[in-house]
């Protein structure tokens, strides 16, 4: 069948791997990349598809309504997938107007485009679909009442080994939403948005939330790329207060395999939880990097320990994220395909065979806003 989709910030990190997928998997679909190519968006990520003829790219600001539109009604767009945002939790500590702008007022333009377009078709909402990309971070924070790690409930292929639960609570789809920092708000208020244009106007929209990605073209500003980046480069790795938070990490091309899955077959105005059940606390995860960047570099064990730098503690520096994504796996039948710890050797090697990729975004502009962030820290 053919169809007509829009994906939002293709050029980001989890974007490219949607689009890559989309573009490959799909050749009778039209696939838009549209993205406004903001400091995070990079079109190098795409280089390998970019000449597909199911592919097109859009340069375009979600918050600019009328252009939006326009594009609807020119390319009969019937499906959207929505990741454009500002995604990074220090850069909201600083800048908390721009994430409102972007995550909320963005996809709400996103939101009433689609309905004035799709409401003037004589089918309407039919066979149309508005798929919302959200985070596990609007839950707030869990407790981390058993700090020595326990036998968690679940395992999936994701699932380290001797995989550990720091606590016996969990983020369900039923979980109510508390978020903490300007980056979870903001996400947390677009996803009452959509939630919203299905309850009143009938939308056929869809909300997942995802725990922490990793892997190929993660913007370096995030805990895995720049401590994989800084460990080549023998520079600090500045871990916030005394690394005892507690991530749920996800390679990012199993999410854009969930996203196809959810897509395709999930049910109108349903939430997933999408995740791997794979807990780290940061100080372990960092260990395992420089003890994997090591063995590659053929440096001895334990060579860049000394790296590891103690810092100042994020502001409202959420504790724990764990997702339990079972009713995704029991229901839609997807499950992540890759452990962790293949994973991260797979996203080490692919940053340091990539040096030039990171080199590029680490130089000028960046290397300035970087010194910046860890200032005083
Ligand atoms: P990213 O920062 O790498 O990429 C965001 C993309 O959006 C960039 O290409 C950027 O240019 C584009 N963009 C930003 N503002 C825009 C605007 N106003 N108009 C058009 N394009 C704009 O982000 P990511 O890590 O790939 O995250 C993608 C989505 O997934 C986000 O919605 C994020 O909240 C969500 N998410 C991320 C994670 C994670 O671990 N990274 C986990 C769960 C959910
Ligand atoms: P990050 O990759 O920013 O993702 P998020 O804040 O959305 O979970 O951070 C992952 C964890 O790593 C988080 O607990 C904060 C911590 N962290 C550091 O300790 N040092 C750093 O330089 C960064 C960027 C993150």
Redesign the pocket.
């Known amino acids: 069948m053919k169809r007509n989709i829009v994906i939002?910030?293709?050029?980001?990190?989890?974007?490219?791997h949607v689009v890559r997928l989309f573009v490959n998997k799909y050749p009778e679909y039209n696939i838009i990349n549209?993205?406004?190519?903001?400091?995070?968006?990079?079109l190098v990520n795409l280089k390998d598809i970019e000449d597909k003829p199911n592919y097109r790219f859009v340069k375009?600001?979600?918050?600019?309504f009328d252009a939006f539109y326009q594009l609807m009604q020119d390319e009969k767009i019937d499906g959207i997938i929505?990741?454009?945002?500002?995604?990074?939790v220090d850069r909201s500590i600083k800048d908390p107007f721009t994430f409102a702008?972007?995550?909320v007022m963005?996809t709400l333009s996103l939101l009433q485009a689609a309905k004035l377009y799709w409401e003037s078709l004589p089918e309407k909402y039919e066979g149309k679909r508005f798929y919302?990309?959200?985070?596990?971070?609007v839950y707030g924070a869990l407790s981390m009442n058993h700090p020595e790690g326990i036998e968690p409930p679940f395992k999936t292929v994701a699932s380290s080994e001797g995989h550990k639960a720091y606590g016996d609570d969990f983020f369900y789809e039923t979980t109510k939403y508390n978020p903490h920092s300007p980056?979870s708000a903001s996400?947390a208020s677009s996803d009452h948005f959509v939630r919203a244009y299905h309850d009143t106007y009938g939308m056929p929209t869809i909300v997942t939330?995802?725990?922490?990605?990793?892997g190929p073209?993660?913007?370096p500003e995030?805990l895995i790329p720049l401590f994989i980046n800084n460990i080549r480069n023998g520079k600090p790795l500045p871990v916030y207060g005394k690394g005892e938070n507690v991530r749920d990490w996800?390679f990012?091309e199993d999410?854009a395999r969930a996203i196809d899955v959810i897509f395709h077959k999930g049910k109108i105005n349903e939430t997933y939880n999408?995740g791997g059940f794979n807990e780290w606390k940061n100080i372990d995860l960092i260990k395992v990097m420089i003890k994997t960047v090591d063995k590659i570099l053929g440096n001895p064990e334990g060579y860049s320990l000394d790296l590891i730098t103690y810092v100042t503690d994020r502001l409202g520096h959420d504790a724990r994220y764990a997702i339990d994504s079972s009713k995704l796996q029991r229901e839609l039948g997807w499950n992540p395909s890759l452990q962790f710890e293949e994973g991260i050797e797979k996203t080490v090697r692919w940053y340091l065979d990539n040096q030039e990729w990171m080199d590029n975004i680490t130089s000028g502009e960046y290397e300035k806003y970087y010194q910046d962030m860890y200032k005083g820290r």
Do not use: P, R, W
Not at 34 to 42: P, R, S, V
Not at 82 to 88: D, G, T
Not at 132 to 137: F, K, L, V
Not at 209 to 214: A, G, T
């Open positions: 939002t910030g293709g050029a980001g990190f989890i974007g490219s549209l993205d406004k190519l903001t400091y995070a968006g990079n375009m600001d979600i918050c600019d929505h990741l454009a945002a500002e995604s990074h702008k972007t995550n963005g919302h990309i959200s985070t596990d971070e980056y996400k939330n995802c725990s922490n990605n990793y073209y993660q913007f995030k996800l990012v999410h999408i």
